[in-house]
T-cell receptor, first 115, second 113 residues
């Protein structure tokens, strides 16, 4: 079974530029998560989708971050404009369903450096 | 709110040494508890989990017991190997939280031959 795919793996941009990350979850997984992992900290949930609907985006900085999951499969996370403090690894995860014993499977992440 | 506190790293051990990484949590209700591992250059992988008090999760020689009385979920391994070198994250999934995971800050383990 293929895992969660993410691209690009690395991205370096100047502050105030825009950037987008892509995630393809495990086939058949209804729930998709985007996490931000700042160096030295644990991952923090940014947004959670159930199919193509948003379940939780309470920690997403909506003035600059946006995410979509068209057709309930792939997802894109965008930052516009980027700030220095957005430097982090952005992790995508998916699970079959949101609750119960369903395990979240993580992709390799995209490491973003904002200069 | 929900939170996870795990011991500060880094932790450096010799091969075959005993490992303990402490983890305590704060949560309402009865959360599920997890240990994830992140090998260099890779994504997080679920190492083990426990869903109710006194459950013991185990995998690859690692164990952790869900202790509700001490709100703890300490990770242990009797004999570590060089290949266990990684960052270990303790996490909880609380009831009524849309099942989102709350992570600790992670503990870097380095095992020397």
């Amino acid at each position: 079974e293929a895992g969660v795919a993410q691209s690009p793996r690395y991205k370096i941009i100047e502050k105030r530029q825009s950037v987008a990350f892509w995630c393809n979850p495990i086939s058949g997984h209804a729930t998709l998560y985007w996490y931000q992992q700042i160096l030295g900290q644990g991952p923090k949930l940014l947004i959670q989708f159930q199919n193509n609907g948003v379940v939780d985006d309470s920690q997403l900085p909506k003035d600059r971050f946006s995410a979509e999951r068209l057709k309930g499969v792939d997802s894109t996370l965008k930052i516009q404009p980027a700030k220095l403090e957005d430097s982090a690894v952005y992790l995508c995860a998916s699970s079959y369903l949101a609750g119960g014993p369903n395990t979240q499977y993580f992709g390799p992440g995209t490491r973003l450096t904002v200069l | 709110g929900n939170s996870v506190t795990q011991m500060e790293g880094p932790v450096t051990l010799s091969e075959e040494a005993f490992l303990t990484i402490n983890c305590t949590y704060t949560a309402t209700g009865y959360p599920s508890l997890f240990w994830y591992v992140q090998y260099p250059g890779e994504g997080l992988q679920l190492l083990l989990k426990a869903t109710k008090a006194d459950d013991k999760g185990s995998n690859k020689g690692f164990e952790a017991t869900y202790r509700k009385e001490t709100t703890s979920f300490h990770l242990e391994k009797g004999s570590v190997q060089v290949s266990d070198s990684a960052v270990y994250f303790c996490a909880l999934r609380a009831e009524g939280s849309n099942y989102k995971l709350t992570f600790g800050k992670g503990t870097l383990l380095t095992v020397n031959p």
